[in-house]
Nanobody
């Protein structure tokens, strides 16, 4: 099982930016799907962005045009660049790796956006 460690969360004002990182304990080059999820208080976990092993990106409508997911296979790291942040982006953000026989989650990193 690949271990994941997220970092980069914090407190930011509306309109600000943050870059989240998710570093894996093993190679991610062949991981077919890498996801960023988020969970706000009293809400269900929500898929924010996905990047495939070929580099295809997909985003939730709520973050399109503001967030960018990317991967650096040499560093075993996936990033989520978040711009133009809004208070409704406040949540714990989780990294998730999915293969045919593995579904790994990180511990999460808190993002708080003040109005």
């Amino acid at each position: 099982q690949v271990q994941l460690v997220e970092s980069g969360g914090g407190f930011v004002q509306t309109g600000g930016s943050l870059r989240l990182s998710c570093t894996a304990s093993g190679s991610i080059v062949n991981i077919p799907f890498i996801n960023w999820y988020r969970q706000a208080p009293a809400k269900q976990r929500e898929l924010v962005a996905t990047i495939t092993s070929s580099g295809t990106e997909n985003y939730a409508d709520s973050v399109k045009g503001r967030f960018t997911i990317s991967r650096d296979n040499a560093k075993n790291t996936v990033y989520l660049q978040m711009n133009s942040l809004k208070p409704e982006d406040t949540a714990v953000y989780y990294c998730n790796l999915v293969t045919s026989n593995m579904n790994s989650w990180g511990q999460g990193t808190q993002v708080t956006v003040s109005s």
